[in-house]
């Protein structure tokens, strides 16, 4: 799940993270009450902001990460809802 050196830190650190103890369905989740659920798990994770410049780094398709909500490599406020498809000329 982590970059090499995270992972050697979290062992070396004897760290628990948040993450580890809730719904992994959670940080890869629809809907946005539970994007914002997944997020406060991350507030007091130790290992936040590597967690997070890792997954941009990796460009991580969709999930939570580092207490954001990262989409294709990038940081977005919301996740977009579902809607028609934009009309394409013909
Ligand atoms: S910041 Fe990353 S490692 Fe920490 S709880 Fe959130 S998803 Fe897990």
């Known amino acids: 799940m982590f970059a090499t050196a995270l992972g050697a830190r979290i062992e070396a650190e004897g760290l628990t ?3 580890w103890s809730a719904d992994p369905e959670l940080f890869f ?5 539970d994007i914002e659920s997944a997020k ?3 507030v007091d994770c130790p290992v936040r902001s590597a967690c997070l410049d890792g997954a941009v780094e990796r460009r991580e398709p969709y999930g ?3 207490g954001q909500l990262v989409v294709s490599g990038a940081i977005v406020a919301r996740k977009r809802p579902r809607g028609r498809p934009r009309k394409v000329a013909a």
């Not at 989740?29 to 009450?33: G, I, K, L, N, S």
């Open 17 to 19: 993270l948040p993450c």
């Open 40 to 42: 406060a798990l991350c």
């Open 64 to 66: 939570v990460w580092g």
């Open 29 to 33: 989740a629809e809907a946005p009450a």
